[in-house]
């Protein structure tokens, strides 16, 4: 049983009448009584009653009306609701974002996003690289935006990163630290027993640790967020290494930037999602905006 033949079914018991319900349905009068002889086919019962000047249900035909009329009616119903998802009346994007990129931007993509697609849901997920690399494969996310992550486990995971931008990497001082006289330094000026570090599963610990060499962070100051390591180093306990971006707009109270010499350490910010997989309409649509902004405003350290 197929849905053009349910169609062709209804439009006969409608208008009573072959020649019309062949005009309704957008084709000759042989191909829809073709449907018709099919349909009854599969059912082994006759539908209609052919009278000279009329056409009229026969019992089986009254048995099969009401349920027809469920079935396009909710094919109708599918078709609508994909169609204004196409169109982004409403649908959804769920994706995750790290805590360092977050308050850069978010804000200046979700406002004129929402004002132009108010119907669309936005689910956001803020965490740590490694937890977000596991919803994207557990395809609880469409996609997540991450700073670097290991070859290894996107192969592993058969996952695509796509660089968005790159951003420097500088170091953050207490005021009164030495450094702080300097224009520019080198690693080499790092003391790793001074260095703050996120904790595990940051992906910025892992950038810092790889940058200066630090091969155990566990005698070292840990926290969680980048607002209280900078509150930390502020508070003359150590120095830290942070995203330029991430801190172009932070309340810098006691702290001084220090950037390092060229070449500079950089981090790429870049959207994680499963290899092959499509986004679907309304996250295809954020992404570009993404994208857009990433080309107009944060394309540094290159």
């Given at each position: 049983m197929e849905l053009t033949q349910l169609k062709c079914f209804l439009a006969v018991a409608r208008e009573k009448s072959f020649t019309r319900a062949a005009k309704v349905c957008c084709m000759t009068q042989p191909s829809l009584?073709?449907?018709i002889a099919r349909l009854e086919e599969e059912l082994g019962e006759t539908l209609f009653l052919r009278k000279p000047r009329s056409i009229e249900l026969r019992k089986a035909g009254m048995l099969l009306l009401e349920s027809a009329v469920l079935i396009v009616e909710e094919q109708a119903r599918v078709v609508s609701k994909f169609r204004k998802r196409e169109a982004l009346v409403d649908g959804e994007v769920r994706y995750g974002i790290i805590p360092t990129v977050a308050p850069n931007l978010l804000p200046a993509l979700l406002g004129s996003f929402r004002q132009e697609y108010p119907g669309v849901r936005l689910m956001v997920r803020e965490s740590k690289t490694s937890q977000l690399l596991r919803e994207v494969v557990a395809g609880d996310l469409e996609f997540a935006i991450v700073s670097d992550v290991e070859s290894s486990l996107l192969k592993k995971f058969s996952l695509h990163l796509t660089p968005l931008y790159h951003e420097r990497l500088l170091m953050?001082?207490?005021s009164a630290h030495p450094i702080c006289g300097l224009s520019q330094v080198t690693p080499k000026a790092i003391d790793e027993k001074e260095l703050?570090?996120?904790?595990g599963g940051n992906c910025l610990r892992d950038q810092t640790m790889k940058l200066c060499g630090a091969v155990d962070d566990q005698s070292f100051l840990v926290c969680e967020q980048l607002p209280t390591q900078l509150s930390m180093v502020g508070a003359?306990?150590?120095i830290a290494i942070v995203?330029?971006?991430?801190?172009?707009n932070a309340l810098l109270k006691g702290v001084e930037l220090v950037h390092f010499q060229e070449p500079a350490p950089t981090r790429?910010?870049?959207?994680?999602?499963?290899?092959?997989?499509k986004l679907g309409v309304a996250a295809s649509e954020f992404?570009?905006?993404?994208?857009?902004?990433?080309e107009e405003q944060w394309r540094v350290g290159e």
């Open positions: 009584s073709y449907q953050a001082v207490p703050i570090f996120l904790s003359g306990l150590g995203p330029e971006i991430a801190v172009r790429m910010v870049g959207l994680l999602k499963k290899r092959g997989s992404v570009a905006r993404l994208k857009k902004k990433a």
